[in-house]
Each structure stands twice: as C-alpha cells, then as structure tokens.
C-alpha cells in the first residue's frame, strides 16, 4: 500500500496554480519597468488596502516587524515607557518594544480566544507607576487570524489615555463588530511573509490608520526620516520600504483574497463538524469572524498527539512552545501582577492543524481521523 501524499500546514504551490499566468506578467512588468523601490505597484497596492479595510491610509513596509515598529517610533515611545503586550504571541511584538528601549509588560490571554484578557491589562496598567513605568501603548494581537476582544480592552485603554496598536499580522481580512481590521486601533499592523493569510513572495508589511498625520509620519519614517526632499532629513529613520516586485505579487493575490478567506472559513466549519468530541474547535467570539491564519485546537497529550499525526504524513505546529516570559532575552522584563498562567498553561496544549484555502473535504477528514485515532476515540 502506499501512503497518502504528505498535507501541509499550508499549500502555496496550490494557489500558485490558481494565480497562473497573472502573476508572472505582473512580475514581469515590474522587470521591464524597472523601478524596483518604490514603483507605481506600492502606491497601486496601499490604496487597493485603504478600499479592502475601509481605512484612510495605509503605508506599506518591509516587514510585519517594522508595521509594529513605524507607528510605535511614530508615537515616541522610548525608555520609561511601558508598552502592553500579550505573552502568548510571536517574538516580535514584543521586540519592537524592547528595541526602542521601551519595557514591554506581559499580559496574559485568555484560554478560549488565546487573545489579551481585559482584566489581566487593566491591573497590568494600574500596576505600572509603582514599577516606575509610564503607561504609553497597548499592543493587542489578533491570534491566529481572530480580533481581539476589542469590546472589552478598548475601555481599558482610553480610561488610562493610551494608544492601542493592535498587531493583525495573521487577521488582515477579519472583522469585529462589524468593523474590519484596520479599524480596530489608532493603527494596525499587518504582516505578508509568506504563510500569513494575505502573504507574498518574502518579507512585506503593512500599517492602516485613519490618522493621516501619523501615516505622513511613518511615511518619513520609512524612508530614513526625509522630509519635503530626498536630502532634507527631518527625524531618525530606517529604510523601512516594501520592494515593488512584493506589491505586485500581493496585487495579484488580493484578487482572490475574498474567495480564499471565504474558504477557509468553509475548512474551519468542516473541523467544527466533524472533530472527535474530546477537543473543542476553536472559539470565536459573537459578533467576530476570524482569518483562520492557525486552526488551533487545545490536547492534553499534544506531543504525543503531533508525533502520530507525523507518522500518518500530517503536518501540525505548536505556535508557541512558550509565553515570552519564560524567552531568555525577555524573562527579565515585567508581568501583569498575576502573573501569565494562562499564557503557560496554552503553551503546553496548544496544536495548529493543517489550514488553507485548498484542503477539500477529504484532507478535513483525513486530519480528523488521525486526530481521532491519536487520542484513541
Ligand atoms: C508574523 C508575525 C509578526 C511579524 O511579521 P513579519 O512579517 O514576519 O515581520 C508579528 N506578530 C505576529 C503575531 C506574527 O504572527
């Protein structure tokens, strides 16, 4: 007999496919073109991003990274400062904070959404001036593709005068009350690696905001601080730019963006129905749709759950190990006063199965009859 051929986390060879020859005449234009930095597709693709979430401005970027970075260089948060941040989450929220000489004050999450838990950052933030810290910016993450509960910590940020930059690397496409990402804080940062929902051919980024005063900002910004003219340098910048040759792939893949996310929410509906009764499909809150960057469930026995999963050619990933708390080049910054055990307790059971827009019916199947037999139901 032989085996089935391996399922990936994701499968970009199958949009690929899909996309055919649009994509390479757009890349072929931008070879013939030439401009290479800063070319006719940038400025294209920031306004097909304004319409797509409904935002005044968006200014693109080199990375997810720096969409975090530019808008907190913007606001001047320097050291003193405390900046919020989940500890269930990529390293580089809370890097962009450190980086700056900022502390960042980890925060715990809840257990159904994994997203920030309003009263965790509230008594995070009472807590900062007896630390010596002022409280400055709350950076929300929209993990695995849902919003944050942007209801409940939204109060808590404006009652303590704060700026919430909410980190939509994995959700760029969701929606909260009605509100798409790119509303949902004073800006947002979207990230297009690769395996992201929106994602492009290496690194990209993005920030929507509707504050046009702090989108020219992060345009000086961006690139290394000019003001008026090219030589006219006006504050410390970086090179902060998103290559053309990336807006085009991503113009070309906003095309099908819709139907993607539409299928991907058929994928987690097809998980929601047929997963073993023991693990509970993923929690989105009312009002709420998510991205489906991860479809994340919770295991007792999640090693050995991944490691049977392997042996049957199904790919799975834990995102992440650890809370940031425990990270070597973070355990010596701050916690909420309670601590993050929530954040740890994820980091134990939580398990990404495979999830894009190509699985069919059957590889949904075959994920959950592996699952199943893995836990031994
Ligand atoms: C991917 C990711 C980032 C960083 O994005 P890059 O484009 O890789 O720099 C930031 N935050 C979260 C939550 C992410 O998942």
Not at 190 to 214: E, H, M, Q, R
Not at 352 to 363: A, F, I, K, Q, R
């Amino acid at each position: 007999m032989t085996n089935p051929a391996p399922l990936p986390l994701v499968d970009l060879e199958a949009q690929r496919r899909r996309l055919g020859p649009d994509l390479d005449h757009a890349l072929h234009r931008v070879l013939e073109h030439g401009q290479f930095i800063m070319g006719p597709e940038v400025a294209e693709l920031e306004a097909a991003l304004e319409r797509r979430a409904d935002a005044a401005a968006a200014v693109t970027c080199g990375s997810g990274t720096q969409a975090l970075l530019l808008p907190l260089m913007a606001w001047g948060v320097g050291p003193g400062d405390a900046v919020y941040v989940p500890a269930f989450t990529f390293p580089a929220t809370a890097e962009v904070v450190a980086l700056l000489g900022a502390s960042p004050v980890f925060v715990d999450v809840r257990a159904d959404t994994f997203n920030l838990d309003a009263r965790s950052l509230s008594a995070a933030v009472a807590d900062s001036a007896r630390r010596g810290l002022r409280p400055r910016v709350v950076i929300a993450v929209d993990l695995f593709g849902q919003p944050a509960d942007y209801e409940a910590i939204t109060p808590v940020i404006r009652d303590a005068g704060l700026r919430l930059l909410a980190d939509a690397a994995q959700s760029f496409g969701a929606a909260s009350q009605g509100a798409p990402v790119g509303r949902l804080g004073d800006a947002t940062a979207v990230s297009f690696f690769p395996s992201k929902p929106l994602g492009c051919y290496g690194d990209g980024g993005a920030v929507l905001t509707d504050d046009v005063d702090l989108a020219e900002h992060m345009r000086s910004i961006r690139s290394h601080g000019r003001g008026a003219g090219k030589y006219d340098i006006v504050r410390v910048g970086i090179n902060g730019r998103l290559d053309t040759l990336q807006a085009a792939v991503l113009l070309a893949k906003l095309r099908i963006f819709d139907d993607e996310l539409a299928r991907r929410q058929t994928v987690a509906d097809r998980y929601a129905a047929c997963l073993p009764e023991p693990v509970p499909a993923p929690v989105v809150l009312p009002g709420t749709s998510s991205a489906w960057a991860q479809y994340t469930v919770q295991l007792a026995k999640r090693d050995q759950v991944a490691d049977s999963l392997r042996r049957d050619g199904v790919a799975s990933a834990v995102y992440y190990p650890a809370p940031l708390t425990e990270a070597p080049a973070y355990r010596h910054f701050s916690m909420a006063p309670t601590g993050v055990p929530v954040a740890g307790r994820l980091a134990t059971r939580v398990l990404s199965l495979p999830m894009h827009p190509y699985l069919s019916d059957g590889d949904v199947e075959r994920v959950v009859k592996s699952l199943s037999a893995a836990i031994g139901v």
